[in-house]
């Protein structure tokens, strides 16, 4: 079933052309690689397909409703609700825990303080940082706060996980055990993973790539 | 590295004597191993013998007659074939995949779905390695490990092939 469709989405930033007519589709509980050199519009993309960014063209469709089309309000409930974000840098609140971090997309939502924390330390016990649940990211290291970063990604149950360049910063056996947590707890509960990225084995985690070039997007399920 | 696709590949170009072939041959990949004129004639015998490549005349010259060669549609669509087909993914391939970029390249065919493709194998393979890491120990992991760093490296320069099409098509159109 398809539960993301991006078509002809055109986006430019001043003069420069980001996106000229790139276009992908996601399936329920798939984890698909957004593949490209640096400057390909990867990240543009993503954005666009997370409703985090409006095509200057082109429509993103989530299970049937026009996220171009949508108030500001209803889109943002959409990404605090459907969505999960991960990125390569500066993503958890330093003035907060990391349990406080990974609790805040379902105290947003509403969720009663102590329910939102214990379904956070469920989460971080999963993602094997319980031990830095009191510390502020600050104290943490990189891998460590990727995967709270994770952990927050994951709390509220969304159907998609975007993950830009989610190893960036890590080195190998960091960015492994992240990919590795990541992709087993997208496929345990169904979440589609959006991974951008441009380290071929990160994208070996994934089930199929989209490689995007010069703004186009060649979904190379549709091209075999 | 398939000699007689390469010879092939050169053949689209116009026909060609043997002496002339492995010039181009050498000029263009046999920058560490040049083609002995032995394996010129026994290949282009055997490509004549499977109807890949016709005599096109002989050229008078100072020295001995030299018969020419052209490519058959045949050998085009042979040519093609190679050139559709990704290479087993495998460290070391280089050779053969520049090879496919250049002549993709010279004969206006598209130099980016020869790369495509070749991603695309790669990633294939490089699932399975990663599935299988997930699932084993950790000496599985690290004969996994080995293995996906080599064919990163494949991918990387691949990539960067990708991104330098145009600067190499200029190059080689000299």
Same mark, same amino acid.
């Given at each position: 079933?398809?539960?993301?469709?991006?078509?002809?989405?055109?986006?430019?930033?001043?003069?420069?052309?980001?996106?000229?007519?790139?276009?992908?589709?996601? %399936?329920?509980?798939?984890?698909?690689?957004?593949?490209?050199?640096?400057?390909?519009?990867?990240?543009?993309?993503?954005?666009?397909?997370?409703?985090?960014?409006?095509?200057?063209?082109? &429509?993103?469709?989530?299970?049937? %409703?026009?996220?171009?089309?949508?108030?500001?309000?209803?889109?943002?409930?959409?990404?605090?609700?459907?969505?999960?974000?991960?990125?390569?840098?500066?993503?958890?609140?330093?003035?907060?825990?990391?349990?406080?971090?990974?609790?805040?997309?379902?105290?947003?939502?509403?969720?009663?303080?102590?329910?939102?924390?214990?379904?956070?330390?469920?989460?971080?016990?999963?993602?094997?940082?319980?031990?830095?649940?009191?510390?502020?990211?600050?104290? &943490?290291?990189?891998?460590?706060?990727?995967?709270?970063?994770?952990?927050?990604?994951?709390?509220?149950?969304?159907?998609?996980?975007?993950?830009?360049?989610?190893?960036?910063?890590?080195?190998?056996?960091?960015?492994?055990?992240?990919?590795?947590?990541?992709?087993?707890?997208?496929?345990?509960?169904?979440?589609?993973?959006?991974?951008?990225?441009?380290?071929?084995?990160?994208?070996?985690?994934?089930?199929?790539?989209?490689?995007?070039?010069?703004?186009?997007?060649?979904?190379?399920?549709?091209?075999? | 590295?398939?000699?007689?696709? *390469?010879?092939?590949?050169?053949?689209?170009?116009?026909?060609?004597?043997?002496?002339?072939?492995?010039?181009?041959?050498?000029?263009?990949?046999?920058?560490? $191993?040049?083609?002995?004129?032995?394996?010129?004639?026994?290949?282009?015998?055997?490509?004549?013998?499977?109807?890949?490549?016709?005599?096109?005349?002989?050229?008078?010259? /100072?020295?001995?007659? $030299?018969?020419?060669?052209?490519?058959?549609?045949?050998?085009?669509?042979?040519?093609?074939?190679?050139?559709?087909?990704?290479?087993?993914?495998?460290?070391?391939?280089?050779?053969?995949?520049? *090879?496919?970029?250049?002549? *993709?390249?010279?004969?206006?065919?598209?130099?980016?779905?020869?790369?495509?493709?070749?991603?695309?194998?790669?990633?294939?393979?490089?699932?399975?390695?990663?599935?299988?890491?997930? /699932?084993?120990?950790?000496?599985?992991?690290?004969?996994?490990?080995?293995?996906?760093?080599?064919?990163?490296?494949?991918?990387?320069?691949?990539?960067?092939?990708? *991104?330098?099409? /145009?600067?190499?098509?200029?190059?080689?159109?000299?």
């Amino acid at each position: 079933m398809s539960l993301l469709v991006a078509q002809d989405l055109h986006k430019s930033f001043g003069r420069t052309r980001a996106l000229e007519g790139a276009g992908l589709t996601i %399936r329920a509980g798939e984890i698909v690689a957004v593949m490209g050199p640096s400057g390909s519009g990867k990240s543009t993309l993503l954005h666009c397909l997370a409703g985090i960014l409006p095509p200057d063209s082109g &429509t993103v469709t989530y299970r049937d %409703r026009e996220l171009t089309t949508m108030s500001d309000s209803a889109r943002s409930e959409l990404r605090r609700t459907e969505f999960g974000f991960v990125f390569q840098f500066g993503q958890l609140v330093p003035e907060l825990t990391c349990l406080e971090n990974v609790a805040l997309p379902l105290r947003l939502s509403g969720v009663k303080r102590r329910d939102a924390e214990r379904a956070a330390r469920e989460w971080m016990a999963r993602l094997e940082v319980d031990a830095v649940a009191d510390q502020r990211p600050g104290e &943490t290291s990189g891998g460590q706060g990727q995967r709270v970063a994770v952990a927050r990604a994951l709390v509220t149950g969304p159907k998609v996980v975007f993950a830009d360049e989610p190893t960036g910063a890590l080195d190998s056996l960091n960015g492994e055990r992240v990919m590795h947590l990541l992709t087993t707890a997208a496929r345990e509960t169904g979440a589609a993973v959006v991974l951008v990225t441009h380290e071929p084995r990160v994208a070996a985690y994934s089930d199929r790539e989209v490689v995007v070039r010069d703004g186009r997007s060649r979904d190379v399920e549709f091209v075999r | 590295m398939s000699i007689g696709h *390469a010879l092939l590949g050169l053949l689209e170009g116009g026909p060609r004597h043997g002496y002339d072939l492995k010039r181009a041959y050498d000029e263009r990949f046999g920058h560490d $191993r040049p083609l002995h004129y032995g394996q010129v004639y026994s290949t282009l015998s055997r490509l004549l013998k499977n109807g890949f490549v016709s005599e096109a005349g002989v050229e008078a010259g /100072d020295g001995p007659e $030299r018969k020419r060669y052209a490519i058959t549609d045949a050998g085009v669509t042979d040519v093609e074939r190679w050139l559709g087909t990704p290479e087993k993914p495998e460290p070391y391939l280089q050779n053969t995949l520049y *090879a496919k970029v250049v002549l *993709a390249l010279l004969s206006g065919r598209s130099a980016t779905e020869v790369l495509d493709a070749q991603r695309s194998a790669h990633l294939a393979t490089m699932r399975g390695l990663t599935r299988r890491k997930s /699932d084993g120990d950790l000496a599985d992991q690290l004969i996994c490990d080995f293995a996906l760093f080599h064919l990163e490296a494949d991918l990387r320069w691949l990539e960067l092939t990708a *991104a330098r099409l /145009d600067e190499l098509a200029e190059e080689i159109a000299k």
